[in-house]
């Protein structure tokens, strides 16, 4: 296993155990074979371990696992706070106080507001009191580290970012998503200003491993490299030196071993010119299959009306180069219930957008298609419902 620091010099393992993809049994977890997985994974030295409050019963399967052991102090647990539930300060104190019950311990070392997509969530926490919360929690010894897992845009990113004093944050990427949600732009600012940075979704979910076409699985074959799919995109992500940690939400023996010792040999500088070309070769072949030929550059943005136009272009694209379902989930998450409302349907059409982009994309024309595919009536009635809960007011008691 190899290591880079966390912003105060400690050792973080670059491959992170994301406990959210635990096997189930039942109406629970297979914590039997849950425990083989992470005790291989800790024995490959593996010291980083990522779950939340929301992923049902991975909590309470990592900390009985971890004390059965006796490791919970050689180990960092990560963990979230449901940050979409909070409507007051007593909530802050309630769910952390669960989530120690169920970890088994008395801090978290890693403590990270769960999904924020923009900055109008950041500051309804601080409304409800979070900032000093925190302070207290530092204070106290019961965080150790204090962060945020993110995917809105670069923009919001950015401004969450410059706004606290973090000591680390959380991002979707890999290599098909080098410019959305926060994108390499984010990476680079988040390492520029000293802090760690760790990977989710490193292969979109399993998409990069389980949904190449054939033509990128040539492509790769014809590398000359002896690399796996899964091999590929964690590589991509070790070359880079501003990466700390990558997530994978191992859920097999063989999937453990198989990223540990890719964790072991990849390292800054180890790809290639040729394994960059073939990955881009990979990328075309995936891209051959997109409804807009949209690269993300966001010269379009922002848009006066406040549209997320990369990001409704992104989520229509991997409705057919995924799947319909999971190119709609990742709208959901990524515009549909961000604060500040961001479809499609808002644009009055002044054509500002299109004067910029450099694809000579008929924008206007092309989001409201986007729209209708991403927005069928149950989707658009579900968002509805979901942002009238999430964006109430706060109680303030
Ligand atoms: S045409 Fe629509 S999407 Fe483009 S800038 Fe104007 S309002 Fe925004
Ligand atoms: S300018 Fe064009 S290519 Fe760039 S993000 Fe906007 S729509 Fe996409």
């Not at 083989?36 to 980083?48: C, D, F, P, W």
């Not at 890999?174 to 600012?189: F, I, R, S, T």
Request: hydrophobic share 35%; proline share 4%.
């Amino acid at each position: 296993m190899q290591y880079r620091k966390d912003r105060y010099g400690n050792d973080l393992s670059i491959l992170g155990y994301g406990c959210m993809r635990f096997t189930r049994k039942g109406a629970g977890l297979d914590v039997e074979k849950a425990e083989k997985e992470l005790m291989t994974a800790y024995r490959a030295g593996v010291n980083y371990f990522d779950t939340a409050y929301i992923y049902p019963g991975s909590e309470a399967a990592l900390g009985e696992v971890l004390e059965r052991n006796g490791i919970r102090d050689k180990v960092n647990i990560a963990t979230k706070l449901p940050q979409y539930l909070i409507g007051n300060r007593a909530a802050l104190d309630r769910y952390f106080i669960e989530e120690l019950s169920r970890l088994r311990t008395d801090h978290v070392d890693y403590y990270l507001m769960h999904h924020l997509t923009d900055v109008a969530m950041w500051e309804k926490l601080k409304k409800v009191g979070i900032l000093e919360w925190i302070a207290e929690k530092k204070q106290s010894g019961a965080i150790r580290n204090i962060g945020f897992s993110y995917h809105g845009n670069t923009d919001n990113f950015l401004k969450i970012l410059n706004d606290y004093d973090w000591d680390f944050c959380q991002i979707q990427y890999n290599y098909l998503d080098e410019v959305a949600q926060a994108g390499k732009a984010g990476l680079q600012a988040a390492a520029g200003s000293g802090i760690p940075v760790v990977i989710m979704e490193p292969l979109r979910g399993g998409k990069l491993v389980n949904m190449l076409p054939e033509a990128a699985k040539k492509a790769m074959a014809e590398s000359g490299r002896n690399w796996s799919p899964a091999e590929w995109g964690l590589r991509w992500l070790y070359d880079q030196p501003e990466v700390t940690v990558v997530l994978s939400g191992m859920n097999s023996t063989e999937m453990v071993e198989a990223n540990c010792r890719t964790a072991s040999e990849a390292a800054v500088g180890s790809m290639s010119e040729a394994d960059r070309e073939t990955l881009e070769k990979v990328k075309a072949a995936i891209r051959e299959k997109e409804r807009v030929g949209c690269t993300g550059c966001r010269y379009c943005m922002p848009c006066p009306k406040g549209v997320d136009i990369p990001g409704t272009f992104r989520c229509w694209n991997a409705m057919y180069t995924e799947s319909k379902s999971g190119g709609r989930s990742q709208f959901i998450q990524t515009v549909g219930l961000t604060r500040e409302p961001a479809f499609a349907s808002q644009c009055v059409r002044c054509g500002k957008c299109e004067q910029h982009c450099p694809q000579s994309i008929p924008i206007r024309e092309k989001l409201q298609e986007a729209d209708r595919a991403l927005r069928p009536l149950p989707y658009k009635l579900a968002i509805g419902v979901a942002r009238a809960f999430m964006f109430r007011k706060p109680s303030g008691k």
